[in-house]
């Protein structure tokens, strides 16, 4: 496999990962933008780009994806918007073509409005009917307010927008931050063509916005959200001027510390008289912010008795030996990224929702080469310096 990474003519960046050998080839597109001040515009204009592609209405894309064995994806991120699809060689240059024309497509009329509209209104529906609490606490955390509202935004202010507003979004992604991810069985042929169609688009500079302080929402070490005597307990680390080495290392931390019945957390706990099935961690970057959580269920009763634990459990990943939990699983598994396109253009996708930019996969293999112990322990050290908070989260 054969990495390559440059710019097009119009300041597009193009990172191609080509091995010949396979039969299947995937693309994604990623548009950055700036939090629009109207939240759940750029998740609108997401949906409007699946109603028209030059002459093709929803009905007739969604057959053309059908006719290829192929569908394309796409979801509306805080700061950016994501296209792509998987599909056989074969049909990569019409699959390609019709993303093409959807992206390009400035037609869309007052019937594309109406059709979009009640579609989202059940996703808020759906969202606010089950139980979001965690996703909730977590968006209200951000410093930045802008990235406080939902990505969905609110019927009533998506009922008052006009499609003059949503024209001036959709014109705003189109700048030379995009990024077009390519990975597969590719011959240069089809790489000519993603390059063709990618410079056609007219670009503008990508313009970032300064951050928008706002009051923090949460003012105590422990919060409650809503009540009951089952209880998700999350613990969270909000660190402010992250390095780009400590949003690397944040998934290598992750999943030597939470994940797998080996991992420090399951042992610990274990011990302590704490066993759980499972714990969630993750961790989310916007800007220069990074949030770092991990949750649990609890009894009421033992909400307490668990907040001494786990503060002894912290110390105790500075001593745990993290690297051979993690080493296997996230430097040595690289290798099955070369032979499966879909898995590789999505983890240069989920990298760049880190970072703002490409990172190769030979990067990330010299990176988990070079991890060691003390690192990630550093690592950890920061997350304990940042904004702790703890959440008690029952029913709403």
Known sequence: MTENSFRLSNGAAVLAAQNEGLHSVSLAVV??????????????????FFERAGELRAEEINRRMSECGSEILAYTAKNHMCFSFHCRREVFARQLSLLVSMLREKGHAAEDFDKVLPVIENEIFEYDFYDYAREDVLRELWY????????????????????????????????????????????????????????????????????????????????????????????????KDVSEEEIFLSPYLKNAVFYGMDAVFNEFMTAEGFPFY???????????????????????????????????????????????????????????????????????????????????????????????????????????????????????
């Not at 629009?36 to 949906?47: K, L, M, N, R, W």
């Not at 989310?284 to 033992?302: M, T």
Request: glycine share 6%; net charge negative; with cysteine.
């Open 31 to 48: 548009l950055p933008f700036c939090a629009h001040e109207t939240a759940g515009v750029y998740h609108f204009v997401e949906h409007l």
């Open 144 to 239: 930045d307010a802008r990235y406080r509202e939902s990505v969905l935004g609110t019927p009533k202010a998506l009922r008052s927008l006009t499609l003059e507003t949503l024209q001036k979004a959709r014109d705003g992604l189109f700048t030379d931050a995009m990024h077009i991810f390519l990975a597969g069985g590719f011959s240069e042929t089809e790489l000519s063509l993603v390059k063709e169609a990618f410079e056609s688009f007219s670009l503008s500079p990508f313009s970032p916005l300064p951050p928008v302080s706002a009051p923090p929402r949460y003012l105590k070490d422990v919060e409650k959200v809503g009540r009951g005597r089952d209880l998700q307990m999350m613990f969270t680390y909000h660190v």
């Open 278 to 396: 499972s714990v969630d961690a993750d961790y989310a970057v916007l800007g220069g912010e990074l949030i770092f959580y991990w949750l649990v269920h609890v009894k009421k009763r033992d909400v307490n008795a668990f907040k001494e634990v786990a503060q002894v459990f912290e110390r105790s990943v500075l001593k745990a030996p993290l690297m051979s939990v993690v080493r296997p699983f996230l430097g040595d598994n690289l290798v099955f990224l070369y032979d499966n396109p879909e898995r590789l253009v999505n983890r240069y996708t989920d990298l760049f929702e880190d970072s703002f930019r490409a990172v190769t996969l030979e990067e990330s293999r010299r990176l988990a080469m070079e991890l060691s112990d003390n690192r990630l322990y550093d690592v950890w050290k920061t997350f304990l310096l940042g904004e702790k908070k703890i959440f008690l989260i029952g029913k709403q």
